[in-house]
Structure formats: structure tokens, C-alpha cells
Nanobody, 124 residues
Framework: VQLQASGGGLVQAGGSLRLSCAAS????????MGWFRQAPGKEREFVAA????????LYADSVKGRFTISRDNAKNTVYLQMNSLKPEDTAVYYC??????????????????WGQGTLVTVSS
């Protein structure tokens, strides 16, 4: 599977964005999926993940209650709805898939398929 992330942009604090992660040459329903982000000068960090069955979701404490991960299997796409954005949410956001496990992973090492990033900039 190949992943293509999109939907980033410039938004004011308090605003919303929805990121999309479209899959090709494979189906997102076959994988546990995650979103990560990397701010300038920082390591890539976990944001949210959903299990293959979509029964389980997990969020970083910093985004809990503001971000929602979901998937549309018919569109072969995973989304990250981001509300109440803060300047500290500014980062390049990446989607990723776990090829061999259907359960949620929180570390970058647990994901072996990555899309290119999409930049989110939140102004104060």
C-alpha cells in the first residue's frame, strides 16, 4: 500500500483542519493506521491511531478531546479531524500503516508504511 497525506495548511488558533490519508495499491481496512507529527527540531511523535477493526482508538494526551481519527473504507481513506488548534500543534503530519499487526501502535518503530507529510501551521 502507498499512502498520500493531504489537507494541511495555515489556520488561526482555535480553528479546524481535516487531514486525509488516501491509500493506493492496498486497502486501509487491512491495516492499523496512525498519525504522527514532527515539529522543527523535535522528534516525530504519536498523535492518534486506530486498530484495523476500528474498535480501538488512541490519542496522545496533548490532542485528546480535540482530534478525532476515523476511516472511510469505501473511500480507502483515513482522516484526522483537528479542532481547537493551538500554535503548538504546528508540525508536519504523517500517516502510517502497520503491515503485520492489526492492533494500535504508539511508536514510529511499530509502523512500516509511511506517507509523505503534510504541513500544518497554526498562527497565534
Amino acid at each position: 500500500v502507498q499512502l498520500q497525506a493531504s489537507g494541511g495548511g495555515l489556520v488561526q488558533a482555535g480553528g479546524s483542519l481535516r487531514l486525509s490519508c488516501a491509500a493506493s495499491e492496498g486497502t486501509v481496512s487491512s491495516y492499523a493506521m496512525g498519525w504522527f507529527r514532527q515539529a522543527p527540531g523535535k522528534e516525530r511523535e504519536f498523535v492518534a491511531a486506530t486498530s484495523r477493526s476500528t474498535i480501538s482508538t488512541l490519542y496522545a494526551d496533548s490532542v485528546k478531546g480535540r482530534f478525532t481519527i476515523s476511516r472511510d473504507n469505501a473511500k480507502n481513506t483515513v482522516y484526522l479531524q483537528m479542532n481547537s488548534l493551538k500554535p503548538e500543534d504546528t508540525a508536519v503530519y504523517y500517516c502510517a500503516a502497520r503491515r503485520y499487526y492489526g492492533t494500535i501502535g504508539k511508536s514510529t518503530a511499530e509502523y512500516d508504511i509511511w506517507g509523505q507529510g503534510t504541513l500544518v501551521t497554526v498562527s497565534s
